[in-house]
């Protein structure tokens, strides 16, 4: 049955579909809790976005002079990093997953995610039941998700790269010898750089993965803690007055914790996609653009 629970759930590396098999829903198997949240955020970004910018003002309300404060504050960072040169391109990608991640992030400190789903009820107004499948579930604390941001931005990058040096400097800023040796000692050289150069491509392979796990693995402990923190006085057998004031004062640092490490990682996945345009986009010093 659907309850409704005090303490929210353990997230485990698993995202189960909001209508299990035994609800008799086959066809939105499909519908993880986790993608149900993403459903959530991108509709509230959308709709945020379209009330701010629907009727524009010189002398803008609440909603555009916050929501301009944000655009500007984040093409003035890519810009900084990326280069004037760039920064029209890359902006609209960067700035979109830096909103919906954070969105995200904080959409999962939100009560109610972990804490609504289907699970075994239990007997009188003070029980508390148990959550089997959350209906919510915060979307960067699913690895299918940041996989599948860190993937498409990478292929971006790729063809941002490659339209914008060309394939030739782009093979020779990976393989080519550097330093500006010429002679004798650059064609020395040359199997140092091209072995150099396998190790580029393959850190280059490597970076979706260390995008993705390094977003999930801080939600997804995150959340965790939270739980155990919120259990704490369960797990420690105190009476349920105890447990209770326990689950409300324990969490309280956690929480205003967990809502600057939703903000860190927003930016810290903004900023590394933005270092890795600038290297393999940056023209030499004096070239025309």
Same mark, same amino acid.
């Given at each position: ?22 609800? /008799?829903?086959?066809?939105?198997? =499909?519908?993880?809790? #986790?993608? $149900? ?9 959308? =709709?945020?976005? +379209? ?8 002398? %803008?309300?609440?909603? !555009?002079? $916050? ?12 810009? #900084? ?18 909103? $919906?991640?954070?969105? *995200? ?6 009560? /109610?995610? /972990? #804490?609504?789903? =289907? ?10 039941? &148990?959550?089997?499948? %959350?209906?919510? +579930? ?14 498409? $931005? ?9 339209? &914008? ?10 393989? /080519? ?32 993965? *260390?995008?993705?796990? +390094? ?19 369960? !797990?420690?057998?105190?009476?349920? =007055? ?15 914790? &967990? ?18 345009? !600038? ?5 030499? &010093?004096?070239?025309?653009?």
């Amino acid at each position: 049955m659907l309850s409704i629970n005090l303490i929210a759930s353990v997230l485990s590396l698993h995202a189960p579909s909001i209508f299990p098999d035994e609800k /008799g829903v086959p066809f939105l198997d =499909w519908l993880s809790n #986790s993608v $149900f949240v993403s459903f959530a955020v991108a509709a509230f970004i959308i =709709w945020f976005a +379209r009330k701010a910018t629907k009727n524009m003002t010189v002398i %803008p309300g609440a909603s !555009q002079n $916050f929501f301009e404060a944000v655009v500007q504050g984040l093409y003035d960072l890519v810009e #900084s990093i990326v280069g004037s040169h760039m920064v029209a391109r890359v902006f609209p990608m960067l700035a979109t997953l830096f909103i $919906f991640i954070i969105v *995200s992030n904080w959409f999962g400190l939100l009560p /109610g995610v /972990g #804490s609504i789903g =289907w699970g075994h009820a239990g007997e009188g107004m003070l029980y508390v039941p &148990e959550i089997t499948t %959350p209906i919510l +579930r915060p979307t960067t604390a699913d690895l299918n998700m940041t996989l599948a941001m860190s993937t498409v $931005f990478m292929i971006f990058w790729l063809y941002w790269s490659l339209t &914008e040096v060309g394939v030739k400097n782009f093979l020779s800023h990976i393989f /080519g010898v550097k330093g500006g040796l010429t002679g004798i000692m650059a064609i020395i050289l040359i199997p140092v750089f091209l072995f150099v150069g396998v190790i580029e491509v393959v850190s280059m392979a490597f970076r979706p993965v *260390s995008l993705s796990l +390094r977003l999930y693995g801080n939600v997804f402990a995150g959340e965790n803690l939270l739980s155990t923190m919120i259990t704490l006085g369960k !797990q420690l057998n105190l009476p349920s =007055w105890a447990s209770y004031i326990m689950s409300v004062t324990i969490p309280l640092p956690f929480y205003f914790l &967990e809502i600057l490490v939703g903000l860190l990682q927003a930016a810290v996945f903004m900023l590394l996609c933005s270092v890795y345009i !600038q290297l393999s986009t940056a023209h030499e &010093e004096g070239e025309g653009h």
